[in-house]
Nanobody
Framework: QVQLVESGGGLVQAGGSLRLSCAAS????????MGWYRQAPGKQRELVAT?????RYADSVKGRFTISRDNAKNTVYLQMNSLQPEDTAVYYC?????????WGQGTQVTVSS
């Protein structure tokens, strides 16, 4: 069983930065994709960024967010710069372990204008 624990959310002013972390426990390998999704109130959960064999970003965060991974620590990071109010959401860590999908509990990111 894999558990994902996020940290690093909070309240920040527009233009500010935050770094999210997601620590994975259990059997996870560097080839297993991990990523971040977010869900704003009243909206569907959407992809933010994933990292595996390739790295992928949502168009809305390209150039502002950077996903990275430390395989030795089984941890994935999301560095978020130039945050805007529309980035406000609950951010969820995700891992795809050979066809099984795992989610973290989510961490709130709030960007004030």
């Amino acid at each position: 069983q894999v558990q994902l624990v996020e940290s690093g959310g909070g309240l920040v002013q527009a233009g500010g930065s935050l770094r999210l972390s997601c620590a994975a426990s259990g059997s996870i390998f560097s080839i297993n994709p991990m990523g971040w999704y977010r869900q704003a109130p009243g909206k569907q959960r959407e992809l933010v960024a994933t990292i595996g064999i390739r790295t992928r970003y949502a168009d809305s965060v390209k150039g502002r967010f950077t996903i990275s991974r430390d395989n030795a620590k089984n941890t994935v990071y999301l560095q978020m710069n130039s945050l805007q109010p529309e980035d406000t959401a609950v951010y969820y860590c995700n891992a795809d372990i050979f066809g099984n999908t795992y989610w973290g509990q989510g961490t709130q990111v709030t960007v004030s204008s």
